[in-house]
């Protein structure tokens, strides 16, 4: 059923999010908006929690300015029907001098009123930005493909393929499981494994080392000009405040070497109230010269047996992969993860966008 609403452009208004001058009724709208966009995205799934999505907005992204537009139509209702997010480092985070000339956006607008120039002009007003900010580049993903068409309109070069992978808790073989567990402590007999919810302080800075080394070895599309996710003591506790804030726990699984050193890790993400059913795999990997001993596939495996003795209200686990990182792909295949919906990210060079955007007017 097509429930697209002609969408008069004169009729709208764009305002900056301002947590401090907020409508009375601004968090109710809002979402309806976001709950209406996250039923279309994941319509089997339960809805966020209110209380954490209203925090998530008033805390923003560690280390980076974010500035959010939404769009209201008509001055009687003010009914929300997009939200438009533009980000930058800040100068003073540790990824500024790597990132200084990147910035990232999206862009989420009710299905309605999709298709008829209101991302165009949101889009214009991301670009003002990314040149008051001295930025040459922006990136963006998208699920949709009026989306990605959107992207390719506008010159934006297409930098990686992802897709977000189930794995639901009745269908994991634990037979497999049990098996890569065994085959990990024969291949590495003086290797441990520990975890933690918290960072311990002696550890933090390897943790920190080795995370910015395994996102930096992430394949994409784009290696020449991707963006370096660099992270810092300061960085990984601001991080953690903030899930605290949020009542999320995030639980890692190190292995750690006969020498001390730690050489690879899994970690997720859950909450006991908003969305207890979801798991989110985090961050998984295994240092280059550690490889080849099956301590990926070790660390996955006490991860789901703790995850089974540990989280009752579990019932699956989302992941998603680059679709060309084929080593965790295909650990992930033998896990018995399935393809859920893809997302494609786009690269653009301001120059190409300003000149497509100029023939267009």
């Known amino acids: 059923m097509n429930d697209t609403k002609k969408l008069d452009l004169t009729n709208i208004f764009i305002e900056q999010f301002d947590q401090d001058n907020l409508e009375v009724d601004f968090w109710e709208k809002y979402h309806v ?10 319509p089997d799934d339960s809805l966020p929690e209110r209380k954490v999505v209203e925090i998530l907005l008033k805390t923003g992204w ?11 139509k008509d001055s009687a209702k003010r009914e929300i029907i997009a939200d438009s997010v533009f980000t930058i ?7 500024y001098e790597d990132n200084k000339h990147n910035s990232y956006f999206y862009i989420v607008i009710d299905s309605r009123y999709r298709r008829q120039g209101l991302g165009r002009i949101l889009f214009k007003s991301t670009i003002e930005k990314v040149k008051e900010k001295g930025c040459k580049f922006i990136e963006t993903d998208t699920y949709y493909d009026s989306g990605k068409k959107f992207c390719r309109k506008f010159g934006g070069k297409l930098i990686n393929e992802h897709t977000e992978n189930r794995l639901h808790m009745e269908e994991i073989d634990w037979k497999v499981i049990n098996e890569w567990k065994s085959e990990g402590k024969k291949k590495a007999p003086m290797v441990v494994l520990e975890n933690f919810l918290i960072v311990p302080e002696k550890d933090i800075v390897e943790i920190c080392d080795l995370e910015t080394i395994l996102e930096d070895q992430m394949p994409t599309l784009d290696e020449k000009g991707k963006w370096t996710d660099i992270y810092t003591p300061e960085k ?4 953690e405040r903030n899930r605290q804030k949020t009542g999320h726990i995030n639980y890692t699984i190190i292995s750690r070497e006969y020498n001390g050193t730690i050489s690879g890790m899994t970690e997720i993400r859950y909450s006991r109230t908003d969305r207890p059913e979801r798991i989110k795999q985090g961050l998984t990997g295994v240092l280059e010269e550690y490889r080849g001993k099956g301590l990926g596939k070790w660390l996955k495996a006490e991860m789901l047996i703790y995850i089974e003795n540990h989280i009752p209200d579990a019932r699956f686990i989302v992941t998603g992969n680059a679709d060309h990182n084929a080593p965790m792909n295909s650990i992930n295949e033998r896990l018995g993860f399935k393809p859920y919906y893809n997302e494609s990210s786009f690269k653009f060079r301001l120059t190409t966008v300003i000149k497509r955007m100029d023939k267009m007017t």
């Open 89 to 95: 480092n800040r100068e003073d985070s540790p990824g």
């Open 62 to 72: 560690p280390d980076y300015h974010v500035f959010r537009e939404l769009v209201y």
């Open 236 to 239: 990984k506790r601001k991080i």
């Open 33 to 42: 908006f976001n709950e209406k966009n996250h039923k279309e995205l994941y």
